[in-house]
């Protein structure tokens, strides 16, 4: 009796467990499902979007039309970017290729193959179609997390993370980031540096020729500056009519 009680016993704990596993599977197969799904629908729109673009980052479009497909931080960042290169005009300061079809740019179509669950988050990898074939490898693998009853991107790897070259959206954009603020530094510390450089007098004749030619020293930041003898305060002017200055000191007309 007692052997059968604890036989009872294991075999209800082995059904716990394996119904425990199965749910597990369950709800990991429909992540998948629901990951794979949401990123073949925002492909199939975006390439879309890019193919109807007017003088827009299909990138910025997504963003202005859909910004809840994306998490704050990184829509953030795109569009830092986007502004950035509208402000520098033809200087090229941001990301050359699409931060969603990877370096190669969006292909004709594209599929979504492997798809995994790991800590929460989907990556889900993507393959350019060009000319009706597949690439073998995966272009771009945005990598998700569950909002809600739905997805959001967070980020997006080229080609994906497990590859050992792989590179990241985020990365990339704070590397532009950085890029930018030393270029911006070296340009304040040029500009610095014109504003305090020494310009000697000019000399003004006037337009009319009813009045006594002047020399007419300009203001000026930094040391004290003698033309012809003369000591003129720092950032001073003078007038003095040439005819009373003596030979020596009269400049050549």
Known sequence: MRKTKSAFMGLCISLAFSASIFGQNTRSNDNIKSCRAFVGHFYAWYQEQASTKDNMR?????????????SPELARRIKQDYDAQEKAGSDLVSLDAD???GPDGLGDGHIVERVSIKDGKCLAEVHAVWQGKEDESPDATPELIPKGDSWIFVNFYYPSPASPNAQDLLSELKAFREMRKRFK???????????????????????????TPTMRAKSFSGPAYQPFGATIPVSGKIDTPLHRLSRKHRPSL
């Not at 299909?58 to 994306?70: T, W």
Request: hydrophobic residues 35%; without cysteine.
């Open 58 to 70: 299909a990138s910025s479009l997504a963003l202005k039309h859909r910004p809840y497909l994306f």
């Open 185 to 211: 530094s070296a340009k304040d510390k040029k500009m610095q540096a014109r504003s305090t450089e020494i310009r000697p007098p000019m000399i003004s004749l006037g337009t009319d020729p009813h009045k």
């Open 99 to 101: 931060p969603f079809g």
